[in-house]
């Protein structure tokens, strides 16, 4: 019998299309050229860098212990499941029920479920630009078009107008996020108002993404507290990633009307069935105990404040950076094409682009920046300070020498 050739396996056009996550690429390459003993200083991190709160990782001990170990019900634990309702309905006074929750495996789980259930082949999916990325790919994945909405510096929000002049009978869903990733821009209740105002007589959900709502400097508006006559058509998405440092735990939620919810939790159950049980222990422990947990956070956002002051001021010393303060979140997104076609640093190297700048930056200072291409907006870059004040101020110092 002859050896069969070798027959090359053929991805699937779908698998094909999706472009791979910029952030996380870069943030791979920081840690092995870190790894490798080179002092990189990374502002590409886009997760708090303080650990868990001690009770919370003591909760996932007792979870083990308890031998907490086994399936949950799909879609998450009641417990768990009913704190976030409770929660979500105290934000916004529009009352929930658990069985419109389901605790996913982080936030990016929630809104992929989101857009599997929202869209059909060939529906549009509106992102005000510039976006996290993951918004695009999900969309793509569920066979939707994606349509930027490009928004503008330094307030970066998305404006009544422009959501209503990119309406069309296509439209199947508005994913707004704030705090914004990576802008920092935060919508006040009044601004949500208006938008939602422009949705009112149109057949399209909302998904709204607060994953960064607990990391803001001003008061966070909350859509659905803005706009509750649209609750049947509001998804949220939140989790414990970045309020409690816990990116690598695995724990978001979807909320949303109890209908779709149902089709919702179907998908998770053919997907990951659900999240970790030790994960869902410590996180239902994190929402419980708000004044201890809570008073690590605000610690927490208040360092990320001292930070976002530093950096701010340290950027805008560059010739050729704007930097306008962001009102939340973890990043700063400046604006540097006024760096493009000038001969900078030591080398005199010249850029064209915010790519070419942040591959620069990786080689001429090893520092880690993430360009704006990757959230859909060229010409700008996201620096995060989820990072020490020294390695911050390390960083800036690194910059002012390679941009000069
Ligand atoms: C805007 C935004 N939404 C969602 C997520 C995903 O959060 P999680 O780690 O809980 O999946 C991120 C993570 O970077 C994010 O920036």
């Known amino acids: 019998m002859g050896v069969a050739p070798n027959r090359r396996i053929r991805a699937s056009a779908r698998a094909q299309n999706i472009e791979a996550s910029a952030s996380m690429a870069l943030d791979a390459r920081a840690k092995a050229l870190k790894a490798a003993g080179q002092p990189i200083i990374s502002f590409g991190v886009g997760e708090p860098d303080f650990p868990t709160p001690a009770p919370i990782k003591q909760a996932a001990d007792r979870a083990m212990a308890d031998d907490a170990t086994h399936y949950t019900t799909v879609s998450g634990e009641p417990a768990l499941r009913k704190l976030v309702a409770e929660r979500t309905a105290e934000m916004t006074g529009v009352p929930f029920s658990w069985n419109q929750v389901i605790a996913t495996s982080g936030a990016k789980e929630a809104l992929y479920i989101a857009m599997q259930v929202l869209c059909e082949a060939g529906d549009e999916v509106l992102l005000p630009a510039p976006y996290w990325v993951s918004y695009a790919e999900q969309a793509k994945m569920a066979g939707a078009t994606v349509v930027p909405i490009e928004s503008s510096p330094p307030g970066w929000k998305l404006s009544p107008d ?60 909350r859509w659905l507290r803005a706009a509750p006559r649209l609750a049947d058509r509001t998804f949220i998405v939140d989790g414990v990633s970045k309020a409690y440092a816990m990116t690598g735990w695995r724990l978001g939620w979807l909320v949303g009307p109890p209908e779709v919810m149902e089709l919702a939790s179907a998908m998770q159950s053919h997907l990951t069935s659900h999240p ?4 869902q222990r410590a996180a239902t422990f ?28 340290g950027l805008s010393a560059i010739p050729g950076v704007d930097c306008p303060q962001p009102d939340g979140a973890f990043y700063v997104f400046p604006d540097v094409r006024g760096l493009f076609g000038r001969r900078l640093g030591p080398k005199g190297r010249v850029v064209s682009s915010s790519a070419e700048l942040s591959a620069y930056l990786l080689d001429e200072a090893l520092v880690v920046t993430v360009p704006g291409e990757a959230f859909g907006m060229p010409g ?18 690194r910059l002012q020498t390679a941009l000069r």
């Open 162 to 221: 422009d959501l209503r002049r990119h309406l069309t009978s296509r439209t199947r869903a508005l994913v707004l996020c704030t705090p914004n990733n990576p802008t920092g821009a935060v919508y006040s209740d009044a601004e949500l108002a208006a938008l939602a105002e422009v949705l009112a007589d149109h057949d399209l959900a909302a998904v709204v993404d607060e994953i960064y709502a607990r990391i803001s400097y001003v008061p966070v508006g």
């Open 276 to 279: 970790s049980s030790i994960t």
């Open 286 to 313: 994190a929402l419980e105990n708000h004044a201890t947990i809570e008073a690590t956070v605000d610690e927490m956002v208040g360092t990320f404040r001292e930070r976002r002051d530093a950096i701010v001021a």
């Open 380 to 397: 700008f870059a996201r620096f995060s300070y989820a990072l020490s004040m020294d390695q911050l101020q390390e960083g800036v110092a």
